[in-house]
């Protein structure tokens, strides 16, 4: 079983900055790609940020310069930091991770999402 939990969602003024993070547990025996994908009311879901876990990194063109995705690969943690943030930032955020499981089964997880509301 593995599960990812992200924290670090809330209410920013127009400007601010939060911190996502997402913490992966379970039989994992190694992790790929993990990233961050947002999806707002009545939109598709839309990738942010990705990390391999070379450390090649991938933005949208939406958020590049203003966000950044680190990991720390010891504790399976993905992170990204969100500066100036915008009110068209305001979604729910989510965390993806390719995961190897020690079964030798490797798939996409999805965390449940944290929210972020970014008042004008």
């Known amino acids: 079983q593995v599960q990812l939990v992200e924290s670090g969602g809330g209410l920013v003024q127009a400007g601010g900055s939060l911190r996502l993070s997402c913490a992966a547990s379970?039989?994992?025996?190694?992790?790929?790609?993990m990233g961050w994908y947002r999806q707002a009311p009545g939109n598709q879901r839309e990738l942010v940020a990705v990390?391999?876990?070379?450390?090649?990194?991938n933005y949208a063109d939406s958020v590049k310069g203003r966000f950044t995705i680190s990991r720390d690969n010891a504790k399976n943690t993905v992170y990204l930091q969100m500066n100036s943030l915008k009110p068209e930032d305001t979604s729910q955020y989510y965390c993806?991770?390719?995961?190897?499981?020690?079964?030798?089964?490797?798939?996409?997880?999805w965390g449940k999402g944290t929210l972020v509301t970014v008042s004008s």
């Open positions: 990390s391999t876990r070379g450390g090649m990194t």
């Open positions: 379970g039989t994992i025996l190694s992790i790929n790609q």
């Open positions: 993806n991770a390719f995961i190897l499981t020690r079964d030798f089964r490797g798939m996409d997880y």
